[in-house]
């Protein structure tokens, strides 16, 4: 078992609108039905350890790209939305924020009821993962938040977060059970955020000594103890995968891969419709919806690598913080029905709705090979973005946006 990567997020407060909040359990399903139909369980488990890629994720889903809240929001919206249907996904998520949080041992054993796994073995990973990231590894964060998700055949992943109020920060943790070997000599691929100094790392392979002399420390006397202690601090390892997210709301062109987003901009809005007759999926949908699609798609199919930006994803569905842009309820709504309709065809036997959300990533990726941003810049494409948005329904937590004046009887079916 390693832990798969931190990440570390400006520490935000506030709520996810209910308008949202039903939105993001709608998408969340989808995107899991499309990854469990397409790559199986294990792949979900994976994805979901992945720090990268949840932050994504969010991002796709409408939330602030950058904020703490990503966490608590997403795996909210999953529970909500996987739980009645854990039976047939084969996907059970326990535990939650604050006191749900304290849950999780009881909801795993209920799991446990009736699907026959060894509860015993399941809890104590639960309950020795938080134990790492909140006690062995002290790097200034307390766990306010863990989620453990659970396959019907006995994987799981943990995504957790912790506070750090004296940094304004919340760092999020992410564990995944392949290859479990120990949770006290090395259970981490790394542990990475923000250098605050030296911290207490009783998990790293070379505190080996220190973790025999805490064992040994109730047979010392009390003076002993303190030159004991003092041997325990060790400096933090910075290898492996990192996510830090700047404290900054709005979207810049160094928080993107601009030619990534520019290449998915150019294939969604400038090429003609007839270029995509070979794909079902697509025909009748609109250059705006499309570009969601596209990068709902990447999501679901993209490799490791194209995560590196998780800010890139907020253009699927802005924020409802009004970073990028508000979110579009009405392409948002459009996009959750072909994902939905796509799994229900697939369950008959119809695939081509599948495929083609396959094929759109592809094309994505293919359009980037020679595409060369242009001069136009991202302050221009936000711009835009907003400007329309009250074409599509376009929404933040302060209330709708509305269209320029003497245009208000102007809005026409953008979306198709």
């Known amino acids: 078992m390693k832990r798969s990567g931190a990440a570390d997020l400006p520490l935000h407060y506030g709520y996810v609108p209910q308008w949202l909040a039903d939105r993001m359990a709608k998408l969340g399903l989808a995107v899991t039905e499309v990854l469990l139909a397409e790559y199986g369980r294990a792949e979900v488990l994976r994805r979901l350890s992945d720090p990268f890629w949840f932050q994504s994720l969010g991002a796709v889903m409408g939330m602030d790209w950058h904020s703490s809240g990503i966490t608590t929001s997403v795996m909210g919206a999953l529970k909500r939305a996987i739980n009645p249907l854990s039976r047939e996904l084969g996907l059970y998520i326990c535990g939650g924020k604050g006191k749900f949080s304290r849950q999780a041992p009881d909801e795993i054993r209920k ?28 790097d200034g964060f307390q766990l306010y938040m863990h989620c453990f998700v659970l396959s019907s055949e006995g994987e799981w992943t943990v995504i957790q977060q912790g506070m750090s109020v004296g940094s304004s920060m919340a760092r999020r943790y992410h564990w995944h059970s392949a290859g479990l ?26 505190a080996d000594g220190a973790r025999k002399a ?39 062109s160094e928080d993107v891969d601009l030619r990534r ?15 995509f007759e070979e794909l079902v999926l697509l025909e009748g949908v609109g250059p705006r919806t499309l570009q969601s699609l596209a990068l709902v798609g990447e999501v679901i199919h993209g490799a490791p ?42 369950k ?34 936000i711009a835009k973005e907003r400007k329309d948005s009250w074409k599509y329904g376009g929404r933040t937590v302060f209330g709708k946006e509305k269209p320029p004046p003497g245009e208000e009887k102007s809005k026409q079916l953008f979306l198709f």
């Open 181 to 206: 070997a120990s949770f006290v000599e090395d259970p981490h691929t790394a542990i990475c955020g923000v250098n605050q100094g030296e911290i207490l790392n009783l998990s790293d392979r070379q």
């Open 261 to 275: 987003l520019g290449a998915l901009l150019w294939l969604a809005h400038e090429r003609q419709p007839q270029d």
């Open 348 to 381: 008959v036997g119809e695939s081509e709705k599948l495929d083609s959300i396959r094929k759109l990533n592809e094309l994505a990726v293919k359009a980037e090979e020679s595409f060369i941003p242009s001069n136009e810049g991202l302050d221009t494409v």
């Open 111 to 138: 799991v446990c009821e009736s699907t026959g796994l060894d509860a015993v073995s399941l809890v104590r990973s639960s309950k020795l993962s938080a134990k790492v990231d909140n006690t062995v590894v002290q």
């Open 305 to 346: 690598a194209r995560f590196r930006d998780p800010a890139r994803f907020a253009f699927a569905h802005g924020g409802k913080d009004g970073h990028p842009f508000p979110v579009p309820i009405d392409v948002y709504d459009e996009t959750i029905k072909i994902l939905q309709t796509a799994v229900q065809k697939a």
């Open 214 to 252: 805490a064992l040994s420390i109730t047979r010392e006397k009390p003076e002993l103890m303190m030159r004991d202690i003092q041997q325990l601090v060790l400096p933090v390892r910075q290898e492996g995968r990192r996510l830090v997210l700047p404290s900054h709301h709005d979207v810049r």
